[in-house]
């Protein structure tokens, strides 16, 4: 115990150790197998409704990751678009918040916590904010 705490600053114990008891047992491949799946269709659903909702819009990034970067050309700055879109429900975050430079306007979306349905439901909100 205390060679890990110099070691490693301390981390607890007990996550550690049910993190080996799921690695050990299987479940662990199990649940990454389970998430992997959830999150590319999570993903997959928000660049369609991307690509309906939001037209003329680009996708950045890997299929990784459970964020979309996506950046547009017309309409209001994105911390505008961030704002109304809370107001509506829908949290974003403006990729301007993340920039050192000055650029294109655009957002980052998390889909990780939300099903296909409501991600298609929020994308589309972000759409109509666009057209107004």
């Not at 309409?75 to 918040?97: C, F, I, M, R, Y």
Request: charged letters at 20%; proline letters at 5%; glycine letters at 10%.
């Amino acid at each position: 115990m205390e060679a890990k705490r110099f070691a490693d600053l301390g981390n607890a114990v007990l996550p550690q150790l049910v993190l080996a008891a799921l690695m050990d047992g299987g479940a662990m491949e199990r649940h990454l197998r389970l998430v992997r799946t959830r999150h590319r269709r999570r993903r997959d659903a928000m660049v369609e409704a991307i690509a309906a909702h939001l037209p003329g819009a680009v996708v950045h990034g890997a299929a990784a990751g459970l964020h979309l970067t996506v950046t547009y050309e017309a309409g209001p700055a994105d911390t505008e678009l961030a704002a109304a879109a809370l107001a509506h429900g829908v949290k974003v975050q403006p990729l301007s918040w993340h920039a050192q430079r000055p650029g294109r306007p655009g957002l980052v979306l998390g889909y990780a916590a939300r099903t296909a349905a409501e991600i298609g439901e929020g994308v589309a909100i972000l759409g109509d904010l666009l057209r107004e």
